[in-house]
C-alpha cells in the first residue's frame, strides 16, 4: 500500500540530491577563482572557525583517513594549513590554517556563502527561518547506515 507520505518522501529525497548537486558545483567554481580544488575548498571552509582533529575532518569531509592525510599534506604544501598537536591527546593532531590560509579560506568562504545566498534569495522571510531550522534538525542527526 502506496501512502501519502512516500510521494512527498521521495520528492524531498530528489531535492536534496539537487541541492547536493548545486552546492557542489558552486563549490567547484570558487575553487577555481582561488585556484584550490574542491575538496581544498571545502577543507579551508570547515576550518574557519578553528583547529579541527582528524577524526572530525574525515567524518565531515566523507574521507578514509589516508586520502584526508593526502589532502592535508597538499594543503600543507601550499602554506594553507598546518598540523598541531592536540593537547588532549599527544598522538593525535588537529589541523589548523595558516595565515594564508585563513584568508584564502575567508574568500573562498564568502564567495560559496555568496552564492548559495542567492538560491533562497526570493523566498517569503518566514521560508528562511523554517529552511534554515528543518536544514540544521536534518544535519544534527546521525548519518543514516549504509545499504
Known amino acids: 500500500m502506496v501512502t501519502t507520505a512516500e510521494p512527498a518522501q521521495r520528492r524531498i529525497a530528489q531535492a536534496l540530491v539537487r541541492l547536493a548537486h548545486a552546492v557542489q558545483q558552486v563549490f567547484s567554481?570558487?575553487?577555481r577563482e582561488h585556484e584550490l580544488t574542491p575538496q581544498q575548498a571545502q577543507l579551508l571552509c570547515l576550518?574557519?572557525?578553528g583547529p579541527v582533529g582528524?577524526?572530525?575532518l574525515?567524518?565531515?569531509l566523507h574521507l578514509e583517513r589516508s586520502s584526508l592525510s593526502g589532502l592535508v599534506d597538499r594543503a600543507e604544501r601550499r602554506g594553507?594549513?598546518?598540523?598541531a598537536r592536540d593537547s588532549r591527546d599527544r598522538?593525535?593532531?588537529r589541523i589548523e590554517l595558516t595565515g594564508e590560509g585563513a584568508r584564502?579560506?575567508?574568500l573562498a568562504h564568502d564567495a560559496?556563502?555568496?552564492r548559495l545566498e542567492t538560491l533562497t534569495a526570493g523566498l517569503p522571510p518566514g521560508h528562511h527561518d523554517l529552511l534554515a531550522a528543518t536544514l540544521d534538525d536534518l544535519l544534527s542527526r546521525p548519518a543514516p547506515p549504509e545499504p
Do not use: G, H, K
Not at 594553507?80 to 598540523?83: K, Q
Open 80 to 83: 594553507l594549513v598546518a598540523r
Open 58 to 60: 574525515s567524518r565531515a
Open 91 to 93: 598522538r593525535a593532531c
Open 29 to 31: 567554481e570558487v575553487s
Open 112 to 114: 560559496v556563502t555568496a
Open 104 to 106: 584564502v579560506a575567508a
Open 54 to 56: 582528524m577524526t572530525d
Open 47 to 49: 576550518l574557519i572557525d
